[in-house]
Nanobody, 127 residues
Framework: QVHLVESGGGLVQAGGSLRLSCAASGRSFSRYAMGWFRQAPGKERDFVVSITWDGDSTYYADSVEGRFTISRNNAKNTVYLQMNSLKPEDTAVYYC????????????????????WGQGTQVTVSS
């Protein structure tokens, strides 16, 4: 069983920044890709970004590319999401996600690849 715990959400003004963290436990973190999804009120859960096990490859949703950056520290079993130039439409609950098997960053872009979810952290961007 994989346990994911997000932190770092909060309220920020448009144009501001936040850094989310996701601490993982329960299996060999460094062997698996990781990702972030988000769900706005009344909407589906959408893919945001993912990263390969070694950090060498990333995959971004068009809506966040150039503003968000994913990274990971395998020594700390943690994946990060740096969010800059935040917009009101970025307001959502952000979920850390892990696959059931080793996969590519691009393959993490669909929910069917995800076996484990964190509890989510709220990000609210005011205009």
């Amino acid at each position: 069983q994989v346990h994911l715990v997000e932190s770092g959400g909060g309220l920020v003004q448009a144009g501001g920044s936040l850094r989310l963290s996701c601490a993982a436990s329960g299996r060999s973190f460094s062997r698996y890709a990781m990702g972030w999804f988000r769900q706005a009120p009344g909407k589906e859960r959408d893919f945001v970004v993912s990263i390969t096990w070694d950090g060498d490859s990333t995959y971004y949703a068009d809506s966040v590319e150039g503003r968000f950056t994913i990274s990971r520290n395998n020594a700390k079993n943690t994946v990060y999401l740096q969010m800059n130039s935040l917009k009101p439409e970025d307001t959502a609950v952000y979920y850390c996600a892990a696959p059931s098997a080793r996969t590519t960053a691009r393959a993490m872009g669909v929910q069917s690849a995800i076996a484990y979810w964190g509890q989510g952290t709220q990000v609210t961007v005011s205009s």
